[in-house]
């Protein structure tokens, strides 16, 4: 008897809470019916998608492309002054500032060396961090795709540090590397001496890099994983039967059936790379020295973090940048229509 008064209870319950959620909707049908009805009518099927678009392109506008065009305009303009009424216009005196050198593979003969040490370490930075990425990337997405113990656990482990802040991730390594941290606490556990691993230019690279590719490669697993989960298992077997070991597999099935999605990844990868900031002015400052000193911790600097605020030369030293991600972006629009048709 119990039984039957709770299942009753209950299902009283979930009615009332289904007829208020069908009232809800209908009142939401019917407000949008009287809004859209009479645009419908006025401007016709075809073009309302056009006013689907509104909300988004008016965030867009907003947020993306209005201060895209002052940092454009910011570019072309000088003085310290913030708003752009009071700056005045020097044309191309920023860009020739930025590209005024004896020589463009000697920082010290330029005119503004800071932004040449920034661009030669962002170039390292994103030949080592790319090649690391896609390559431990691929290893791990080949590992995971096998028939392992606890697969499902070790791709959530593996896809876990992106979830996480950058802020958050260089906090937790910093805490690690620093002088009287975890790392060097085990150092001398074993008998070594201590090392300064981010007063070092030559450490503070290697962990600069190292730490970008842990807390991104999950991402990139993760694409490569799908990649190789749409490769159908018919071909391996086809494979097999004619004699392929794993390692001809891998040359003449599986690489050339994933270099579509490598290729988004390696675009991907490249573009997150130029932009690095957060982890690095976090763990290193842009030190020492300006050893991990990169493009975008060089555009804020002069932006905002130096005494004397040069807005003119930050914006145009973001729009070479753009310009930068320009390519890569068309390059990757370029390759990937060309695989498509072949």
Known sequence: MEQKQKINVSKTIKDFFGNVMNALLSVVI????????????????????????????????????????????????????????????????????????????????????????????TIKFVIFQVVGIV?????????????????????????????????????????????????????????????????????????????????????????????LQSIPPDLYEAGSMDGTNEWQSFLHITLPLLMPTMLVVLVLSLIRAVQVFDQVYVLTGGGPGSATLYLVQYIYNKGFSDQIHIFGLAAAASVVMAAVLMVFTLLQLYLSRKSDAV
């Open 135 to 227: 390559l431990f990337s691929l290893i791990t997405a080949l590992i995971l795709n096998r028939k392992i113990v606890a697969r499902g656990f070790f791709r959530a482990v593996y896809f876990y540090p992106v979830l996480l802040s950058p802020v958050v991730v260089a906090l937790i390594w910093k805490w690690i590397l620093q002088r009287d941290g975890l790392l060097n606490a085990m150092i001398i556990g074993f008998g070594g001496e201590r090392i300064n691993f981010l007063l070092n230019s030559d450490w503070a690279t290697f962990w600069v890099i190292f730490i970008s590719i842990w807390a991104n490669m999950g991402f990139f697993t993760l694409i490569l994983l799908a990649g």
């Open 30 to 121: 019917n407000a949008l019916d009287w809004i859209m009805d009479p645009i419908q009518r006025k401007i016709g099927m075809k073009r309302m998608a056009y006013v689907f678009l509104v909300p988004n392109m008016l965030i867009f506008g907003i947020f993306v492309l209005f201060p895209m065009l002052v940092n454009i305009y910011y570019s072309f303009t000088g003085g310290t002054n913030l708003f752009p009424q009071d700056r005045p216009f020097v044309g191309l005196d920023n860009f020739k500032v930025l590209f005024t050198c004896d020589n463009f593979l000697d920082p010290n003969t330029c005119t503004e060396d800071l932004f040449w040490r920034a661009v030669y370490n």
